[in-house]
């Protein structure tokens, strides 16, 4: 069974200060992983994906397969960063089921 | 608009009773896929079509059922309702079964509260 736990419901920081949301995963094989953002009054939506490597809106996300985690940084928060975000997982194999984590809401304090 | 849309946006209903969800795919993409949001619970997968088949089933309760039709609009049905079926219910579609290279795009949810 695949599994995604987001440990923190609420995190709070000031502007400017560094934000890491926590994703761990549990998954046998090799999965997919995913960072979703929901702003306040808009829909949910991709933030960025592990295969691609990449910075958006200046977060990034690295895939520790040791430690199983895919925790979403930023070196400095601002206050448009406030928002729900989700950790999600895709299964590798044939059917290709999307597993999110219960989300945390960032509080981006000015 | 040529994203995905849900209806409807808002239901009320009693215990026992049945709703059905629809859910009308981003213009091209062949992938629905149906969400619950309760309170504290996240997003809990229900279950994944592909143009027009079952492609992935997750804790999809035997009340519920789900089918995707010629056009590639899904329908959601919630049947025997009761008070824990309140929820937020997303559809999201993707142009391919698999998000490797893709990504998941959301509606806006059908709100059913059951009373």
């Not at chain 1, 929901?38 to 960025?48: C, D, F, M, P």
């Amino acid at each position: 069974a695949q599994r995604v736990t987001q440990p923190e419901k609420l995190l709070s920081v000031f502007k400017g200060a560094p934000v890491e949301l926590k994703c761990n995963y549990s998954y046998s094989g090799s999965p997919e992983l995913f960072w979703y953002v929901q702003y306040s009054r808009q829909r949910l939506q991709l933030l960025l994906r592990h295969i691609s490597r990449e910075s958006i809106k200046g977060f990034t996300a690295d895939l520790n397969k040791g430690e199983t985690s895919f925790h979403l940084k930023k070196p400095f928060a601002q206050e448009e960063d406030s928002a729900m975000y989700y950790c999600a997982l895709e299964n590798s194999g044939g059917y290709q089921k999307v597993t999110f984590g219960t989300g945390t809401k960032l509080q981006v304090i000015p | 608009d040529s994203g995905v849309t849900q209806t409807p946006k808002h239901l009320i209903t009693a215990t026992g009773q049945r709703v059905t969800l629809r859910c009308s795919p981003r213009s091209g993409d062949l992938s629905v896929y149906w969400y619950q949001q309760s309170l504290d619970q996240g997003l809990q997968f229900l279950i994944q079509y592909y143009n027009g088949e079952e492609r992935a089933k997750g804790n999809i309760l035997e009340r519920f059922s789900a089918q995707q039709f010629p056009d590639l609009h899904s329908e959601l049905n919630l049947s025997s309702l009761e008070l824990g079926d309140s929820a937020l219910y997303f559809c999201a579609s993707s142009p391919r079964p698999g998000l490797a290279s893709g990504e998941l795009f959301f509606g806006e949810g059908s709100r059913l509260t059951v009373l």
